[in-house]
């Protein structure tokens, strides 16, 4: 089954408000990635977090890891009408005969109105 | 520039009709992949190869080949493409095994008739 679970699935705010976004895994990891997705265009990394890590901060964008729970959350703060795009989490398997396998959640919508 | 190249970016073509998307990239990065992203399904990694001649199954490799004869490309090819192909295909690549930034190609919006 298919790991890198994200949580809300859409995701409604205003401008200026912070918007939290949450992923779930299941197997041991490398580590975990956030990408960004306009609307049918390609992805953009955003930010990567190794499994020894447990926050990294990069701009208005701050994630971090919970390996016991097999969790991770992205959070963006101060939120603009530009943020609005699908988000993206996905984490490369540590090791055994799935090494070297990305697998991508399904997204989460977020939307930032005006 | 660094960057993931994918042509065509756009196609139409018809059941059975073999064809070809090409990727490349120009970081001389060891990883490369594939993905095919569909409403309600996210990405899901058709193929994968972490060198030249080296190249792995992902999650939904049926209908798929692929090869790795040299470093900066890794084709995609379908044999005899279905209805149930049409999505739209990323191809990406990234450093091994630093595993960091996978660098998206544009993608390639395929349509099946």
């Known amino acids: 089954s298919q790991q890198g679970e994200e949580d809300p699935q859409a995701l409604s705010i205003q401008e200026g408000e912070n918007a939290t976004m949450n992923c779930s895994y299941k197997?041991?990891?490398?580590?975990l990635q956030w990408y960004r997705q306009n609307s049918g265009r390609g992805l953009v990394h955003l930010i990567l977090?190794?499994?020894?890590?447990r926050e990294k901060h990069s701009g208005r964008l701050r994630v971090t890891l919970d390996t016991s729970k097999k969790s991770s959350s992205l959070l963006i703060t101060a939120s603009r009408a530009a943020d609005t795009a699908s988000y993206f989490c996905?984490?490369?398997?540590?090791?055994?005969?799935?090494?070297?396998?990305?697998?991508f959640g399904q997204g989460t919508i977020l939307t930032v109105h005006p | 520039e660094a960057q993931v190249t994918q042509n065509p970016r756009y196609l139409i073509t018809v059941t059975g009709k073999k064809l070809t998307v090409t990727c490349s990239q120009n970081?001389?990065?060891?990883?490369m992949s594939w993905y095919r992203q569909d409403p309600g399904l996210g990405l899901r990694q058709i193929y994968y190869?972490?060198?030249?001649?080296?190249?792995d199954k992902g999650d939904v490799p049926e209908g798929y080949k692929v090869s790795r004869k040299e470093k900066r490309n890794f084709p995609l090819i379908l044999e005899s493409p279905s209805p149930n192909q049409t999505s739209l295909y990323f191809c990406?690549?990234?450093?091994?095994?630093?595993?960091?930034?996978?660098?998206f190609g544009p993608g390639t919006r395929l349509t099946v008739l």
């Open positions: 197997t041991s990891i490398n580590n």
């Open positions: 970081m001389n990065h060891e990883y």
């Open positions: 977090i190794r499994s020894n890590e």
């Open positions: 990406a690549s990234t450093t091994f095994p630093l595993w960091d930034t996978q660098y």
């Open positions: 190869s972490m060198n030249v001649e080296v190249t």
């Open positions: 996905a984490t490369t398997n540590a090791g055994g005969t799935s090494y070297g396998k990305l697998t």
